[in-house]
């Protein structure tokens, strides 16, 4: 009886040994410094492990997790407000807050940093890759997986010539090749002129070419409400509501491509329901 | 007789640069046109692709340019003649930078909704305080070195006020903007923009026009040119609305393009045999010679618009000023 005491013992301080280890390599307070990395947090992390977002997670025009993301501490993404928190795992995006993660990192905290994706293989390599980091490969896996059934089965309607369409935002930037809204806007079956005018990336081009290009489709992408800028000024220009033949729309919403993950199946989509509006 | 001739002559020959250079930034732009398009819809009436880039985008450009030049020409030539000060300019003495910053409260503060001539009239009310601050502070010594530092003064206080306002507009692009409004641009700009400073341009210009012959009895002082009979008082004022009438209208749609109000009249008066009145109107067609070469400068040099006319204004301007400087080191010492 003693004997079987003590294996039982034994074994149970083991195993909780094990868990003990396994818990230290699976962050359990993460912080998050930049809007996208919120999102894939409220995706795939397990709730309790988050620490805090930053404010535009719950902004339901910016953020697709805005739901999700009530109830979580909220914070700038400034230093002062991430060290008290005492985090395990900082998760910020590589083109914001600079100085603030070389600084954390030099105080030794683990910070990852997610990239840009411009594809829907690389933005299956972040979801894998960040499930990882936040010790939940399998259920990043499983979104991933989803979303790649989504987009194999995406109901479009393809036409033998594809329709012509330029994005124009705010101060006059539109988007080219190498970009993800070139993906979206080719899956969704149309031809970007941008790409013809060898835009790579976002460019500013001027009002002029716009007229010239005559396309099909003008995607305008004005992101706030509020026009009274000269940023707004060029979406504003009435040449454009004169522009012959082309039909003015709304680029797709900000929570659907301001960050890369699944919502990218809901962007296309959405650009597709233009599409087949059009038809005559 | 000969003067008279020489007048003229210079007269017409700006007169055409004005017209040369105003179909020269027609011609320029990212885009090449085919002008029997463009023939075609004032002939028929019928649009096209050419047309609409002309008439929208290109017309209004070069419009702009020419009124707004004009307007800083004329403006710089009748302050230098009113403080009697070679480098009273709108530009150094804080007056565009006023007029800046009133049109920034309007634009981003949404006021530009409450009536056609908001915006042009804050660039009005911008300029009217600072110049009745220049007066105030620099007064009629014609010191150019307490105008000079009152001008530093004002344009300090004006700048930063105007990045404070911007700090504050609900607009997330508003700071970024304060570039505009600092070097000031023609680019992207309507026929309405047009529209609502031509009555403003047009009513400011007319009003230093006709003080003329006050700026030339000017010359000889004050108590001289009112024992000629001017009435000092009244037609300062005169030409100090005039002056913020048309700058305020002209900063309040393409910002603070600098340094052409400062260059030209100088440029010109040895042309008119320092006769302040004469030097009005060949000021006004020069700064519009100078605003329309260097628009054209400024779309051969950038594709997507980015440079900002008043660099281009500014690099031919800033060398000039030394110049100027090098020039009167003993006389102004």
Same mark, same amino acid.
């Given at each position: 009886?003693?004997?079987?005491?003590?294996?039982?013992?034994?074994?149970?301080?083991?195993?909780?040994?094990?868990?003990?280890?396994?818990?230290?390599?699976?962050?359990?307070?993460?912080?998050?410094?930049?809007?996208?990395?919120?999102?894939?947090?409220?995706?795939? $992390?397990?709730?309790?492990?988050?620490? *805090?977002?930053?404010?535009?997670?719950?902004?339901?025009?910016?953020?697709?997790? $805005?739901?999700?993301?009530?109830?979580?501490?909220?914070?700038? !993404?400034?230093?002062?407000?991430?060290?008290? +928190?005492?985090?395990?795992?900082?998760?910020? *995006?590589?083109?914001?807050?600079?100085?603030?993660?070389? =600084?954390?990192?030099?105080?030794?905290?683990?910070?990852?940093?997610?990239?840009?994706?411009?594809?829907?293989?690389?933005?299956?390599?972040?979801?894998? $890759?960040?499930?990882?980091?936040?010790?939940?490969?399998?259920?990043?896996?499983?979104?991933?997986?989803?979303?790649?059934?989504?987009?194999?089965?995406?109901?479009?309607?393809?036409?033998?010539?594809?329709?012509?369409?330029?994005?124009?935002?705010?101060? !006059?930037?539109?988007?080219? *090749?190498?970009?993800?809204?070139?993906?979206?806007?080719?899956?969704?079956? =149309?031809?970007?002129?941008?790409?013809?005018?060898?835009?790579?990336?976002?460019?500013?081009?001027?009002?002029?070419?716009?007229?010239?290009?005559?396309?099909? =489709? +003008?995607?305008?992408?004005?992101?706030?409400?509020? *026009?009274?800028?000269?940023?707004?000024?060029?979406?504003?220009?009435?040449?454009?509501?004169?522009?012959?033949?082309?039909?003015?729309?709304? =680029?797709?919403?900000?929570?659907?491509?301001?960050?890369?993950?699944?919502?990218?199946?809901?962007?296309?989509?959405?650009?597709?329901?233009?599409?087949?509006?059009?038809?005559? | 007789?000969?003067?008279?001739?020489?007048?003229?002559?210079?007269?017409?020959?700006?007169?055409?640069?004005?017209?040369?250079? %105003? %179909?020269?930034?027609?011609?320029?732009?990212?885009?090449?046109?085919?002008? %029997?398009?463009?023939? #075609?819809?004032?002939?028929?009436?019928?649009?096209?692709?050419?047309?609409?880039?002309?008439?929208?985008?290109?017309?209004? /450009?070069?419009?702009?340019?020419?009124?707004?030049?004009?307007?800083?020409?004329?403006?710089?030539?009748?302050?230098?003649?009113?403080?009697?000060?070679?480098?009273?300019?709108?530009?150094?003495?804080?007056?565009?930078?006023?007029?800046?910053?009133?049109?920034?409260?309007?634009?981003? %503060?949404?006021?530009?909704?409450?009536?056609?001539?908001?915006?042009?009239?804050?660039?009005?009310?911008?300029?009217?305080?600072?110049?009745?601050?220049?007066?105030?502070?620099?007064?009629?010594?014609?010191?150019?070195?307490?105008?000079?530092?009152?001008?530093?003064?004002?344009?300090?206080?004006?700048?930063?006020?105007?990045?404070?306002?911007?700090?504050?507009?609900?607009?997330?692009? #508003?700071?970024?903007?304060?570039?505009?409004?600092?070097?000031?641009?023609?680019?992207?700009?309507?026929?309405?923009?047009?529209?609502?400073?031509?009555?403003?341009?047009?009513?400011?210009? @007319?009003?230093?026009?006709?003080?003329?012959?006050?700026?030339? #009895?000017?010359?000889?002082?004050?108590?001289?040119?009112?024992?000629?009979?001017?009435?000092?008082?009244?037609? /300062?004022? &005169?030409?100090?609305?005039?002056?913020?009438?048309?700058?305020?209208?002209?900063?309040?749609?393409?910002?603070?393009?600098?340094?052409?109000?400062?260059?030209?009249?100088?440029?010109?008066?040895?042309?008119?045999?320092?006769?302040?009145? &004469?030097?009005?109107?060949?000021?006004?067609?020069?700064? #519009?010679? @100078?605003?329309?070469?260097?628009?054209?400068?400024?779309?051969?040099?950038?594709?997507?618009?980015?440079?900002?006319?008043?660099?281009?204004?500014?690099?031919?301007?800033?060398?000039?000023?030394?110049?100027?400087?090098?020039?009167? &080191?003993?006389?102004?010492?």
């Amino acid at each position: 009886m003693r004997a079987i005491i003590l294996i039982k013992w034994a074994l149970v301080s083991l195993l909780s040994l094990m868990s003990c280890f396994a818990q230290a390599s699976v962050p359990q307070r993460i912080v998050s410094l930049s809007l996208c990395t919120d999102q894939l947090l409220l995706m795939l $992390a397990p709730r309790q492990h988050i620490v *805090s977002l930053t404010r535009g997670a719950v902004d339901p025009d910016l953020s697709y997790m $805005a739901a999700e993301a009530n109830g979580f501490l909220l914070t700038g !993404g400034n230093i002062e407000e991430v060290l008290p +928190l005492n985090p395990d795992l900082i998760v910020g *995006s590589a083109f914001a807050s600079r100085d603030a993660v070389h =600084f954390l990192r030099q105080l030794g905290y683990p910070v990852k940093l997610i990239g840009l994706p411009v594809s829907i293989a690389e933005i299956r390599d972040l979801l894998l $890759a960040f499930g990882e980091w936040v010790g939940s490969l399998e259920r990043a896996e499983q979104v991933v997986r989803k979303m790649d059934w989504q987009l194999a089965n995406l109901n479009l309607q393809q036409d033998r010539v594809k329709k012509t369409a330029l994005i124009y935002s705010s101060n !006059g930037y539109t988007i080219g *090749s190498g970009t993800l809204e070139n993906v979206m806007l080719n899956a969704a079956g =149309f031809h970007n002129l941008a790409v013809d005018m060898g835009v790579v990336g976002f460019e500013q081009i001027t009002l002029e070419r716009v007229v010239a290009a005559q396309p099909a =489709f +003008l995607f305008i992408e004005n992101h706030i409400d509020n *026009s009274d800028s000269l940023a707004s000024q060029y979406v504003n220009h009435p040449v454009l509501d004169k522009m012959l033949l082309s039909k003015q729309r709304e =680029f797709i919403p900000s929570r659907l491509r301001a960050c890369a993950g699944p919502m990218v199946v809901e962007a296309i989509n959405y650009l597709s329901e233009n599409h087949h509006d059009s038809k005559p | 007789m000969t003067v008279n001739h020489s007048y003229h002559g210079v007269l017409i020959g700006l007169l055409v640069a004005m017209i040369g250079s %105003f %179909f020269a930034d027609l011609l320029a732009g990212p885009v090449s046109l085919q002008w %029997f398009n463009i023939w #075609a819809a004032i002939i028929e009436n019928k649009a096209s692709l050419d047309s609409l880039i002309f008439f929208e985008i290109r017309l209004p /450009r070069a419009i702009l340019a020419l009124l707004v030049g004009a307007t800083l020409g004329i403006s710089g030539a009748a302050l230098q003649g009113l403080l009697r000060n070679p480098l009273a300019e709108s530009g150094i003495i804080g007056v565009s930078n006023c007029a800046a910053l009133g049109a920034v409260l309007v634009f981003y %503060f949404g006021f530009t909704q409450w009536a056609w001539f908001a915006l042009p009239l804050a660039g009005l009310l911008g300029a009217l305080v600072s110049v009745v601050l220049i007066f105030l502070l620099a007064g009629r010594s014609g010191s150019t070195v307490t105008l000079i530092l009152a001008g530093i003064a004002i344009n300090t206080i004006a700048g930063a006020l105007m990045a404070m306002a911007l700090n504050f507009a609900p607009n997330p692009y #508003a700071m970024q903007e304060i570039v505009f409004w600092l070097l000031g641009s023609v680019a992207n700009r309507s026929v309405s923009d047009v529209l609502i400073i031509v009555p403003f341009i047009v009513f400011g210009g @007319l009003l230093i026009l006709s003080c003329g012959r006050f700026l030339n #009895a000017l010359t000889l002082g004050e108590e001289t040119a009112s024992s000629l009979g001017f009435n000092v008082q009244v037609l /300062r004022w &005169r030409l100090v609305v005039g002056v913020v009438a048309c700058v305020g209208a002209a900063v309040s749609v393409c910002g603070n393009i600098g340094f052409i109000g400062l260059v030209i009249p100088h440029l010109l008066r040895p042309l008119v045999r320092h006769d302040p009145q &004469r030097l009005l109107s060949v000021s006004a067609m020069g700064g #519009a010679v @100078l605003l329309l070469l260097s628009d054209v400068a400024v779309q051969v040099l950038s594709s997507g618009g980015e440079l900002k006319l008043g660099v281009i204004t500014s690099l031919v301007g800033g060398p000039f000023f030394l110049y100027l400087i090098l020039k009167n &080191r003993n006389v102004w010492g």
